[in-house]
């Protein structure tokens, strides 16, 4: 018997596939992306193929994220502030302060004993989400993925007073010209995000552990200015992409489980992949 | 017969006036570049070459914008809200409300019966409630920033934003492009967002009419029409709204020597 959940985000769709003991199988991840948006089929079928595991014998699907209401194949929905919670709780058992830095947005969940008791969040001005960083890299000419490694070269921090996204790109192309280093620039921009999203995180009394979670979360350097700025340490898992389709697989087990204990029937889906109809605004 | 020059350094364009007496004579905008001291040059140059003056004709230059420090040739330095307000009330002298759509900002001034500011609020923090916005968004469609407006005003059915963000709102608007929505419509969409922006920082203010629109924003005529229907007001559009700092700020020049 195996469990799956499917975290559709604005920029990436995660699955995770896991036994009836919480092993996790297999998991993936592809980008969304408009030109994507019919890949939940695709990244189940992958899941699947890699753990070698047959779609009728998933005995529940959760869907979350953004794009979760357009799953055909999942059977429930969950939000991916409950997944994520759920997730963070099952890597880290004393998280209190789940933070996740998104593409497009940022989430700060306050926890106890494993319960999601509040959240706050910005989805509404990109300088606060991980877009922030993708604009600045395309700007300075630099792979995401590299971020980290490049900051960590950095011996001056360049501040930018702009907070705007757009207003900051045009000033960093200033402070190029004038021949500041892509080094340092990047290190002004870990700062000023980490700023961003930790005055968020601060709405909560900000105590341990605190974990880290999101695509943003790679980037050594954000780590570094998230610890620096909350002064505390930031725990990261080792995957920080799944932590919602992991949570949503837990939950996907749980539901299941807790309806066989009270002899409800089980409503699912029918077991074959169909696209997945995203949703247009 | 006197000239004088106003000299609106701004983040995005450069712009300079002559006026001769209180009569404008010569206009010029050009972009401000990466050297505003070069761009207050160049636009006094292209000034006086319209004129066929000399530097010396000119009686006093006074300077604004973001800019305007770096014009080395003017006698002092005016606050922006100041020049948009004399400007206008040499324009429009009933306007007791003005809308300043920049590159950067929009401002919302208050003036009385003599041009003099009573209060002002400015949004210069956020991309989507300025001309930056249109500018992004011109470029997803592939248009001339000219031509957004005309095009604008030939949609039936504007597209609704769901983000209030420059850079959600270009991904939105590249999406909606892909499936094949008409640009009119999108161009159209942007301008009733900005507009909303627009509106939201009016309502700071008492909005007392007439009110009237200027900054290289009001070049979108998409705009100054989407303004007006999300204010439902009339708004006066001067035939050169770009300029008006500029003008304020040659005005301000000429107000100052005539006690001399």
């Keep these: 018997m195996y469990f799956a959940g499917v975290d559709i985000g604005s920029t990436m769709t995660k699955v995770v596939l896991m036994d009836a003991d919480g092993t996790i199988l297999s998991t993936i991840k592809g980008p969304t992306g408009p030109e994507h948006r019919q890949l939940a089929n695709e990244v189940m079928r992958m899941a699947l193929e890699q753990a070698k595991v047959p779609l009728k014998e998933v005995a529940y699907i959760v869907a979350t994220g953004y794009g979760r209401l357009n799953v055909p194949f999942a059977d429930r929905q969950i939000t991916e502030l409950s997944c994520h919670a759920r997730g963070v709780y099952s890597l880290f058992p004393n998280v209190r302060i789940a933070i996740d830095i998104g593409g497009q947005d940022a989430k700060c969940m306050k926890i106890n004993n494993g319960k999601l008791v509040d959240f706050v969040m910005n989805d ?29 070269k950095s011996t001056k921090r360049i501040s930018i007073s702009n907070v705007c996204t757009i207003f900051a790109q045009q000033e960093i192309v200033a402070r190029l010209s004038e021949g500041e280093k892509a080094e340092d620039i990047i290190a002004g921009m870990h700062e000023a995000l980490a700023s961003r999203v930790a005055t968020l995180a601060r709405r909560f009394k900000v105590e341990p552990d605190v974990v880290l979670t999101g695509g943003v979360a790679k980037n050594s350097g954000m780590v570094n200015a998230m610890r620096e700025n909350l002064g505390c340490e930031i725990l990261v898992p080792p995957d920080p992409l799944i932590t919602g389709a992991m949570g949503a697989a837990i939950l996907a087990q749980e539901t299941y489980m807790k309806a066989t204990a009270e002899g409800e029937t089980i409503q699912t889906k029918p077991r074959r992949l169909e696209k997945a109809k995203f949703f247009t605004q | 017969m006197s000239w004088f020059m106003g000299i609106d350094i701004g983040a995005a364009y450069s712009k300079g006036v002559i006026i001769q007496d209180s009569e404008l004579a010569a206009y010029h905008v050009i972009l401000s570049g990466a050297n505003y001291r070069t761009a207050a040059e160049t636009i006094r140059h292209e000034l006086l070459k319209q004129l066929k003056l ?57 003036i009385d019966a003599q041009g003099l500011v009573t209060n002002f609020t400015v949004s210069e923090k956020c991309a989507a409630g300025s001309g930056r916005f249109i500018e992004v968004m011109a470029n997803v469609l592939r248009i001339d920033l000219k031509d957004f407006g005309p095009l604008s005003l030939k949609s039936g059915n504007p597209v609704s934003f769901s983000t209030g963000c420059a850079v959600f709102g270009e991904s939105e608007a590249i999406t909606r492009v892909s499936e094949g929505i008409p640009k009119e419509d999108i161009a159209a969409g942007v301008n009733k967002a900005l507009a909303g922006k627009v509106s939201s920082l009016v309502k700071k203010i008492k909005l007392e009419e007439p009110c009237a629109i200027c900054g290289g924003g009001a070049l979108n005529i998409g705009l100054v029409k989407a303004a007006e229907q999300e204010m439902n007001v009339h708004l006066l559009l001067p035939p050169q709204p770009q300029i008006i700092t500029a003008l304020g700020a040659a005005i301000t020049a000429r107000t100052s020597n005539s006690n001399m």
């Design chain 1, 124 to 152: 509404k001005c990109a300088a606060g989400t991980g877009r922030f960083l993708e604009v600045i890299a395309a700007t300075l000419g630099i792979k995401l993925e590299d971020l980290g490694a490049l900051s960590s």
């Design chain 2, 54 to 110: 000399s530097q010396d004709a000119i009686d006093d230059t006074a300077a604004t914008g973001t800019g305007g420090i770096n014009v080395a040739f003017a006698s002092q330095q005016v606050s922006d809200i100041v020049c948009t307000a004399r400007g206008m009330n040499t324009v429009f002298p009933a306007a007791r409300t003005v809308i300043d759509v920049a590159a950067q900002s929009t401002k919302v001034i208050r």
